[in-house]
């Protein structure tokens, strides 16, 4: 038997991939065996001992953080994908639910349309090689575009304690109406408990941002704490100025579904 904490690393049993992530069980023949496990912003753990005939043998590892992680890792956008949030104290309150509408084009750059509730719309893209970006979001409800001249963007791979800002023009249809600043910083991993469940594997990162007078909304001034889990998404939102919350209900990402989703 192998296990991982946090589960889901890759197993190597003797320097051959196994195909198998943690948890999983390995049949493995008498003699020196070697047991590898690796997993993206992690140290590789190894394990050697000698296997005895008829007996049966536990290997469990603590992973340790290697301060790198892959942005994207985090970020799951499959078409159809879908992330269901309520504030947890006031669960019959706020609720709003975003889908992955579609993949586009802005700028000459690829983005995914990500629609909340058919009232709003962000642009967002993120691959293993460019990392994060965010273009903008449409106020559908109002007619108006808001996009930012230089997208605000995180490189592919970031490390732990590190801080990333920039600064774009925004145009609202087309029309420019001021700056936007913003700043990033990777706190570090945890896992949480949210409604959809047990998420052991957690990005932290505090975002700032300041923008301009938008129509209809005025001046974003944003500081809030967010919880992206592997391969779920944001799980979790703590608006630092406000004192409110957002948690993950149900999500359905990629095939997977976490929660009670419908």
């Known amino acids: 038997n192998v296990n991982s904490s946090p589960p889901g690393a890759k197993i190597f049993l003797n320097n051959r991939d196994t195909g198998k992530i ?3 069980t390995l049949t493995v023949s008498a003699g020196r065996v070697t047991i590898k496990l690796t997993k993206n912003g992690y140290k590789n753990f190894s394990q050697t001992f000698t296997a005895k005939a008829g007996k049966t043998y536990k290997v469990t590892a603590t992973l340790v953080a290697s301060g790198t992680v892959a942005i994207a890792d985090y970020v799951p956008y499959c078409i159809g994908s879908q992330w269901h949030y309520q504030d947890p104290k006031d669960p ?3 609720s709003s639910t975003l889908t992955v509408a579609q993949q586009v084009t802005i700028n000459g750059k690829p983005a995914i349309k990500i ?4 009232d ?20 559908l409800k109002n ?3 808001v996009r930012l001249a230089n997208p605000l963007h995180v490189p592919s791979q970031v490390t732990i304690g590190q801080t990333y800002s920039g600064s774009s023009m925004v145009r609202v249809n087309s029309l420019p109406v001021g700056t936007l600043t913003w700043k990033v910083t990777v706190e570090g991993r945890e896992g949480i408990t949210v409604p959809a469940g047990v998420l052991s594997d957690c990005l932290v990162k505090k975002m700032q ?9 005025g001046p974003l001034n944003e500081l809030v704490r967010v919880w992206y889990a592997a391969g779920v ?5 703590l608006d630092l100025t406000q004192n409110t919350e957002v948690s993950l209900v149900w999500a359905k990402v990629c095939g997977q579904t976490f929660g009670n989703a419908p």
Do not use: C, K, M
């Open 22 to 24: 943690t948890p999983a």
């Open 92 to 94: 019959s309150g706020f």
């Open 115 to 118: 629609t909340e509730d058919e």
């Open 120 to 139: 709003n719309a962000d642009y967002f893209w993120a691959d293993t090689t460019t990392g994060l970006w965010y273009f903008g979001h449409d106020d």
């Open 143 to 145: 007619n108006l575009q």
């Open 209 to 217: 941002i300041d923008a301009p007078v938008v129509p209809t909304s």
């Open 233 to 237: 998404g944001v799980a979790r939102e």
